[in-house]
């Protein structure tokens, strides 16, 4: 971790939270799914930065990686609440952060995430193990009447990496990895009013690729070559325009270039909120990169 790499992580902090922020704003009941989609994730761009991974806009008990489809209809509902997650890049430095919008009257489950994470980020520093810091944020959770999801965490962050070392639970257990000064992660709390567990759904729109192989198939090679400078992270299927994109993104994942992300859902009629932030450990705390400031 230099000062240039510290600048870019901060940078593309400052930039997500200010437009995490504003589009949260902009949920409102009758409002359109894919609109708000198209909306953040052009401001990214017009930020001067790229995105890290498909904005994602998860439903009640959806948990994670719902984005926009091509023409989607959907529109936000009295009750809703909503997941916004949010991933910006610049060089390949991420900044993740998420929250929720209630459009109902769930005021202590927002709570219950938000709450766990502002614990969780006071107990970052060198030392401290991430076991640690799950056992806070299922105490925080647990304590308002809800359950955390066990099968979901934070995860560290690298260059044009969303998913490394060190995993950070959302639930307590012995040992995990000891933080040390440089390392860089998102805490992510989620608390439910189900299972505590996410499985995965039909529904499929986000996809990344892992590996290169030769493409006979002329629109399966037009993806290809339009994700290549992706390096990696993940697209969504709105981003692209084939009239045989399904089939192409199927014959893909089949031979395995492609990794596919299922929308991850609670039990039906459970609620979910997320709160999320991106943390670099100091030499005695950490700096959160996705504040507004």
Request: aromatic share 4%.
């Amino acid at each position: 971790m230099n000062d240039e790499i510290f600048d870019k992580y901060c940078e593309a902090g400052r930039i997500a939270a200010a437009i995490l922020t504003n589009g949260a704003r902009e949920i409102r009941e009758g409002g359109s799914y894919l609109e708000l989609v198209k909306s953040i994730e052009s401001r990214v761009i017009n930020e001067g930065a790229e995105l890290a991974f498909p904005l994602n806009v998860s439903l009640n008990e959806d948990a994670a990686h719902d984005t926009a489809s091509p023409g989607d209809e959907r529109i936000f509902k009295r009750g809703d609440v909503v997941k916004l997650d949010l991933g910006v890049q610049i060089d390949g430095y991420i900044a993740d952060t998420a929250t929720t919008v209630d459009l109902g009257n769930n005021s202590l489950l927002l709570q219950a995430s938000e709450a766990a994470l502002a614990s969780a980020i006071r107990m970052v520093k060198p030392g401290v193990s991430a076991g640690e810091i799950g056992a806070v944020i299922q105490g925080e959770i647990e304590s308002r009447g809800y359950r955390p999801i066990a099968n979901l965490t934070g995860h560290g962050l690298d260059q044009y990496e969303l998913h490394r070392t060190p995993t950070i639970p959302n639930v307590g257990n012995m040992g995990g990895t000891i933080l040390e000064e440089g390392m860089t992660f998102a805490i992510e709390p989620f608390a439910t009013t189900g299972s505590g567990h996410v499985g995965e759904k039909m529904r499929r729109e986000i996809y990344s690729q892992i590996s290169n192989k030769p493409v006979r198939i002329p629109s399966a090679r037009t993806i290809i070559g339009t994700i290549k400078d992706r390096n990696g992270l993940p697209f969504a299927r709105h981003w692209l325009q084939d009239r045989k994109l399904d089939l192409a993104l199927q014959t893909l994942v089949k031979s395995g270039m492609l990794h596919v992300y299922p929308v991850l859902t609670d039990i039906p009629g459970s609620l979910v909120s997320q709160h999320e932030h991106t943390i670099i450990v100091t030499e005695d705390g950490c700096v959160v990169t996705t504040q507004v400031r």
